[in-house]
């Protein structure tokens, strides 16, 4: 397993823009899947991105297709979630999370590791 930290959470007014960190510790970190997934109040924590070990393939839910992008920087053990045009519905508890099975980008199924969350809020 790898230990994950988020960062760059906070607050935005809607249509801002935030850019979220997930600095990892362990071994092999570029052997990992990564995702994002998030956990609005009341509601279950779901998959909003993902990529793949190498970067070359990514997951986007169809509510952030074209306003999140999701990268990765194998040579520091960080990946990114830049977020754009953000919006109310954005607003929730964001988690950073690996795993060194494979499988399916959209599938939320493998993951073992886990960030403890970074809030974010957008304000309308």
């Known amino acids: 397993q790898v230990q994950l930290v988020e960062s760059g959470g906070g607050l935005v007014q809607a249509g801002g823009s935030l850019r979220l960190s997930c600095a990892a510790s362990?071994?092999?970190?570029?052997?990992?899947?990564m995702g994002w997934f998030r956990q609005a109040p009341g509601k279950e924590r779901t998959l909003v991105a993902a990529i793949s070990w190498s970067g070359g393939s990514v997951y986007y839910t169809d509510s952030v297709k074209g306003r999140f992008t999701i990268s990765r920087d194998n040579a520091k053990n960080t990946v990114f979630l830049q977020m754009n045009s953000l919006k109310p519905e954005d607003t929730a508890v964001y988690y950073c999370a690996a795993r060194s099975s494979g499988g399916y980008l959209d599938s939320t199924v493998g993951y073992d590791s886990w960030g403890q969350g970074t809030q974010v809020t957008v304000s309308s």
């Open positions: 362990g071994r092999s970190f570029s052997r990992y899947g």
